[in-house]
């Protein structure tokens, strides 16, 4: 249960953000950015990042329990099984990830990376809705929107989950819920009379000139739309960021 502080800090920070004539409306949305499928996890909304064949997952098995508490920004998963095909690659494990670390994945080729990262992407893993993922395993892909266009407008389908999480948690729990401080921090990093200035820099950043962010990303090569999506990642800086060999 959040303390009357903390719960106060948030009403604020709610009213901070309603207040601010940059932010999404469902119309304004609407009309600056292309139609795409809703969904509820960054995984998800980015085609390519997660581009899985309906093959991978009848030949995926997964199981696990998840551990740690629903609203908890920590995740500890426990009994963690995987195999492809008949083959088990993990089996009966654990998996604890700290809010804040970095982990590597070391092993041979074929023994199951990809596909474990696959599988906590797509949350064939009980992982709790309100972590937002990003997993990213190849480049943007090649579209009529620029480099620059193609950064912003997945940010902006980040602040339509988030906007969508938090009327869904204030329905079936109320506001005090100790999820919506976090929802509310969110929200507040992404403010929307930043995007293109912050897009733009980290393009920048990644070799991009101004002439090259206009540019069509169907126009560019594998690597520059590798590098679209890496600042793609960067920029919505989610709760979980799954790297898969990003060169």
Same mark, same amino acid.
């Given at each position: ?56 997952? +009848? ?34 494990? +654990? ?153």
């Amino acid at each position: 249960m959040p303390s009357d502080a903390a719960k106060k800090k948030a009403e604020q920070k709610k009213a901070k953000l309603a207040a601010k004539s940059g932010g999404l409306s469902k119309s304004a949305s609407a009309a600056s950015m292309p139609k795409t499928e809703s969904s509820m996890s960054l995984a998800s909304k980015f085609g390519s990042t997660l581009d899985l064949a309906k093959d991978d997952f +009848s030949q995926r098995t997964v199981t696990g329990v998840l551990a740690s508490r629903p609203t908890s920004r920590d995740i500890k998963i426990q009994s963690f099984s995987l195999g492809l095909n008949g083959v088990e690659l993990i089996q009966d494990c +654990s998996i604890e990830l700290t809010i804040g670390r970095r982990y590597g994945l070391i092993g041979q080729n074929g023994s199951g990376k990809s596909n474990f990262l696959k599988a906590i992407a797509a949350r064939e893993v009980p992982i709790p809705s309100h972590m937002d993922i990003y997993h990213l395993d190849a480049e943007a892909e090649p579209s009529d929107r620029t480099a620059l266009e193609a950064v912003v407008d997945h940010i902006k389908q980040e602040l339509e989950r988030l906007q969508a999480q938090e009327e869904a948690i204030m329905e079936e729990c109320g506001p005090e819920d100790e999820r919506l401080e976090a929802i509310y921090d969110r929200m507040e990093e992404l403010d929307p009379t930043t995007f293109e200035s912050r897009a733009s820099a980290l393009l920048h950043g990644l070799g991009f000139s101004k002439e090259m962010q206009a540019k069509a990303t169907k126009d560019m090569s594998g690597g520059w739309r590798m590098r679209v999506a890496l600042a793609r990642a960067l920029f919505a800086a989610p709760t979980l960021l799954l790297l898969d060999e990003p060169t």
